[in-house]
């Protein structure tokens, strides 16, 4: 699993014109899946996002109750290795990934988080306004 996050004043989501999930001053998070994840590596990548002190002061989400807009991000498994064109094998398939983004969701909420989502697999529009900019890449 991996997760691109990102602190933000602002961000949302729109599908085909109609925003699907917004926050203010919070946490983008960008989320990719493979095919070996599972409950272990949901459960860790929801804690550390929510316990990560890189928001302002050094504090974590969860120190300051700040919502988090969560957005599933296949192309975060590109391989780029070879030729021009990447190659999105290592992403595991919509059926596979999407329980599992709503699972991280879930864990998130279970933990306390205000989460906002994308909608899995649609062309999304997402605007941000990345405050540092701080951007964070988490893998596990």
Not at 72 to 96: E, H, I, M
Request: hydrophobic share 45%; aromatic share 4%.
């Amino acid at each position: 699993m991996k997760a691109v996050v990102q602190t933000v004043s602002e961000a949302e989501v729109t599908v085909e014109g109609t925003s699907v999930g917004a926050i203010g001053e919070g946490l983008l998070v960008l989320l990719g899946v493979t095919h070996t994840d599972g409950p272990a590596e949901v459960a860790w990548i929801a804690e550390k996002i929510w316990s990560l002190r890189i928001m302002r002061d050094e504090l974590s989400a969860s120190d300051l109750d700040a919502p988090i807009l969560l957005v599933s991000q296949f192309t975060l498994y590109a391989d780029t290795r070879k030729g021009r064109r990447p190659s999105w094998n290592s992403a595991a398939p919509g059926p596979v990934a999407e329980p599992l983004v709503e699972a991280v969701a879930a864990h998130l909420r279970s933990l306390g988080a205000r989460v906002e989502t994308g909608k899995f697999g649609a062309m999304m529009l997402v605007r941000s306004v990345n405050v540092g900019p701080n951007t964070i890449l988490l893998e596990r």
